[in-house]
């Protein structure tokens, strides 16, 4: 289960927007200050916005990481299903095996 947020998304958009709306850019440490945020999660919302818009190739996409998220919880339960065929199948192999002794 994930972490709660520590900001909620509105106070996430307004930052984003403040920022990317305001000529000349605000230093992020100033802006963070004023709208009581830590200055680092104020740097990350605006990189990740920018890769959303296409703007940085360095970082996924939000829709990306989603997929990514996704893609990781279902090869997770996919080895977990192969774990159980497997012992399974060494389970029956076992019990049908002619060569195995009676008692």
Not at 36 to 59: K, M, S, T
Not at 75 to 102: H, M, Q, V, W, Y
């Amino acid at each position: 289960m994930a972490a709660p947020k520590k900001y909620p998304d509105e106070l996430r958009e307004r930052a984003v927007r403040l920022y990317r709306e305001s000529d000349p850019k605000p230093v992020i440490r100033q802006l963070a200050r004023q709208l009581g945020v830590h200055h680092e999660a104020l740097r990350n919302w605006i990189r990740q916005d920018e890769a959303d818009r296409g703007l940085r190739g360095d970082r996924p996409t939000t829709s990306e990481l989603e997929e990514l998220r996704r893609l990781r919880r279902e090869n997770a339960e996919l080895k977990r299903a192969n774990e159980i065929l497997k012992a399974a199948s060494a389970f029956f192999a076992s019990e049908l095996d002619p060569t195995r002794r009676r008692s």
